[in-house]
């Protein structure tokens, strides 16, 4: 973004030359994505889908934690409730999926009115607390909705999986079969929403309502004397968080096509590893997440295997990430070197006597 002033010739800029050339390559890199599809075997287009839907879920928590200092530990919340209400509006309306893609994430949107009545009116650790505590008390209700499972789940109907929006179109555009096009189309999906994602957030940072959520962020007292309503920024950074969790989430599920309580509102899957994907990326940065999706995926491909003893590694990775690089792996590097792919702070240039 440029804006110039006639009368001085002074230019304020937010973007870099590595920023253009970044650009330019992630033009590419994703042009290449979109037709991997085509070429790639089902066991890639199925880990391709798991890191998008990752990265996007890390995104929206880094949204909330790294730019708007909202701890937030019960995201599985919304994960789960949007996945219910796919799952709910395929079996008892008879819907397609697809399209109840979008009712995961308008319910969980309208999940996130009451829980944030009551987070908001606790501050830090008893914020983050509090988050997990009703995300709790949603897994719990849910477990009682015998309609879709109750406590022990239930699958989508096989003929709603046969049936997807796209799928027969895509398996004779690419002669494979319906289950493989079913993960095309899922890939796709994902793709264009953790693209979504990452482009709203940025957009959203180099807006002047970005400029407010760094302001509360940093110091809400200075951010309100100046006239900012902290609380407005908050409850716009968590109602857009939650939507994009929701939407998340039901598309998970639509690929599972099975869901239970324990496993749509699991802390570990939906927020443990999603905060140690932001933390070792780098947080409060958009390039973090990337970062540490990508880790993250290295990680559980090499030692998944080892039971227990994976989750005491990824703990030790990430004490030693915190230890030796505070600001995470992204983080350091960009602290060090001056490089950053998403620039947001403005720099005044140009100029004349």
């Known amino acids: 973004m440029t804006t110039s002033t006639p009368e001085t010739g002074y230019r304020v800029e937010t973007r870099t030359r590595t920023s253009r050339v970044a650009g330019l390559a992630a033009i590419v890199l994703l042009a290449g994505l979109f037709v991997l599809p085509a070429f790639a075997s089902r066991g890639l287009i199925q880990d391709l889908f798991f890191i998008f839907t990752m990265l996007t879920l890390a995104q929206f928590w880094n949204l909330l934690a790294g730019y708007g200092g909202l701890v937030s530990v ?12 796919m799952f709910g509006a395929v079996i008892l309306w008879g819907l397609d999926p697809l399209p109840a893609i979008l009712l995961g994430g308008l319910a969980a949107l309208a999940l996130a ?8 009116r606790l501050q830090g650790a008893y914020f983050a607390i509090g988050t997990w505590v009703l995300a709790e008390v949603a897994r719990l ?16 109907p096989r003929q709603a999986t046969e049936t997807i929006a796209f799928t027969e179109t895509i398996a004779q555009l690419l002669d494979v079969r319906p289950a493989a096009a079913r993960d095309i189309l899922a890939y796709w999906l994902a793709l264009v929403l953790a693209i979504l994602a990452i482009g709203g957030i940025y957009w959203l940072l180099r807006s002047k309502r970005g400029l407010a959520l760094a302001a509360v962020r940093d ?18 950074v968590f109602l857009a968080a939650a939507l ?10 639509m690929q ?18 999603v905060i140690f ?12 997440p990337i970062i540490g999706v990508l880790v993250f995926f290295l990680l559980q491909t090499l030692l998944a295997q080892y039971g227990a003893w994976y989750l ?13 690089a505070p600001r995470g792996l992204w983080g350091s590097f960009s602290h060090r070197t001056g490089i950053q792919l998403f620039p947001i702070r403005r720099r005044l240039t140009g100029g004349r006597l």
Do not use: H
Request: hydrophobic letters at 50%.
């Open 244 to 253: 994009g969790t929701g939407l998340t989430g039901a598309l998970i599920y």
């Open 74 to 85: 019960g995201q599985q919340a919304f994960v789960g409730i949007g996945a219910y209400a």
């Open 277 to 288: 994907i932001v933390v070792i990326g780098g947080i409060g940065t958009i390039e973090g």
């Open 113 to 120: 009115v009451p829980f944030g009545f009551f987070a908001f």
């Open 219 to 236: 110091n809400p007292q200075a951010a309100r004397s100046i006239g900012v309503d902290g609380q407005r920024v908050k409850w716009f």
């Open 141 to 156: 209700v849910v477990a009682q909705w015998r309609a879709v499972g109750g406590g022990t789940g239930t699958s989508l």
């Open 256 to 273: 599972k096509a099975r869901i239970s309580p324990d496993a749509a509102f699991s802390l570990s899957d939906w927020t443990a590893y």
């Open 312 to 324: 005491m590694i990824l703990g030790l990775v990430s004490i030693g990430v915190m230890l030796a």
